[in-house]
């Protein structure tokens, strides 16, 4: 019993149907753990182990009497508290929701409950989701369960840190800048950021003056995505998440394309890691290496191959987009009183601040310029993968750094950390390979791939060609069967 809490989603749910261990076992099992190792993670946040415990029953007679409910048949998961589950609050790290409890499930979350899920708690995040480290108000900090001192990563760093210590079978995210993929590579799991669009976003919103019923709010970059300890288990909550919006689905389904090729001899490879911006810290960079040394061995073809398009400039892209992206949420009196700061800027002033109110008030034709140019680079991508299945490349640029709430939210560009013997601000660490994949709807998985001389996690950044999510998961899965898969931390 010692490593089940660890097994992959996919054997859970094997022993269930098998009957080697009752779905209620099994959730006992999470609870004890729970109880045991979660006080000192503080990843799940919130739970409901009754009727977890009802369902879990309901399970096992349903499995006695022959009757499957599908491929997620009894298994106990959990839910990033950004996404709508009835009977347990989200509350988007927000003191002013603390009590919001959702009357309906979100579109994400409604297929896993119909494939046998149950869900028993919620897990934490910053605030809004929009940081590099998972804390707030509400429910206080999540620490690595490989060094507790340190963040697991942000904003999906509760489901991280949850599938890391085994107190969870299974994790649903959400990743804009990375939140799926950063906190997967500070824990040392496997996440997946979907293609943009293919997985409906309904019902992970938090309320705001725009607000849409029965319609999917399609917030530029935004997607969400499953955290697990195996590539497996990625591929099949895509198989039940993959879907149109709720409006399209009279007409349209999503068939993913298949992996492009079936063994890692067979794939073609790029490679980028060395950047003279944006290079990986010594630690980081070693283990990509190692892990590029290890299929070269094993006879992959592989080229140092970037696609081309100009990196520092695309990050800049995609940071005055996102800001943009955010706009028809502000208020009238928040947004004319930006406009007005930015109209009285002086030219010289290139302060953070002023670049906040710059783009923020940014015309449409501006908008549309930026856009054309993200066009341009995705254009760059569809050229690059007519050669190359995938790219291989950082995560994040180091591994998982001390605990820094000195400057609150949205402080990317204020908050520093080292690199090497550099102050460097945790947006210039953190994001700028996630990027890459976001800024043009690109499918990217993060695969472990081994520790750092620290003892810290490292994980491979996989970008794929749009729409085929299936050949990056697949890759991940051809590096777990050939060279690294999921270990659990120490301790736990």
Sequence with gaps: MDDLPFQSAVNLVKAIQEKKISSSELLELYIERYERYNPSINAIVETDFETARAKARQADEALANNENWGPLHGLPMTIKDYINVT????????PIFKDNLPTTNSDVVQPLIDAGAIIFGK????????????????????????????????????????????????????????????PAHFCGIYGHKPTYGIVPIHGQQPPKKIELIDYSPEQDFTVTGPLARSAADLDLVMDLAVRPPVF????????LPTPRKKALKDYRIGVWIEDPLYSPDTEVGECLERLVVDLLKKGTKIDEKKPDFNFHRSVDVFYELMQLANV???????????????NELDTGDQSIDAWYA???????????LLNYERL??????????????????????????????????????????????QDVTH???????ATLASLSYLPASIAPIGLTSDGLPAGVQIIGPYLEDRTTIHFAKLIEENYFGFQPPPGF
């Excluded at 009977?87 to 927000?94: D, K, V």
């Excluded at 028809?328 to 930015?342: C, D, Q, T, V």
């Excluded at 947006?427 to 390979?433: A, H």
């Design 328 to 342: 028809a949420y502000m208020s009238e009196e928040e947004f004319n009183s930006l406009r007005k700061k930015s």
């Design 248 to 255: 399209q689905r009279k007409a349209i389904k999503i068939n």
């Design 427 to 433: 947006g210039n660490v953190m994001t700028p390979w």
């Design 123 to 182: 897990t934490n995040l910053p605030l809004w989701a929009m940081g590099t480290q998972s804390f707030n108000e509400v429910y206080g900090q999540t620490n690595n369960p490989w060094d507790l001192t340190r963040t697991s990563g942000g904003s999906s760093g509760g489901s991280a840190a949850a599938i890391a210590a085994g107190l969870s079978g299974l994790e649903i995210g959400s990743d804009h800048a990375g939140s799926i993929r950063s």
């Design 87 to 94: 009977g347990l609050h989200t509350t988007y790290g927000s």
């Design 376 to 421: 341009m680079i995705r254009q760059k991508w569809a050229d690059y993968f007519k050669k190359y299945d995938v790219l291989l490349c950082p995560a994040v640029r180091i591994a998982a750094f001390p605990h820094d709430h000195s400057m609150g939210i949205g402080s990317l560009q204020r908050i520093s950390t080292k690199f090497g013997n």
């Design 358 to 368: 710059r783009v923020l008030t940014k015309t449409h034709r501006e908008w549309q």
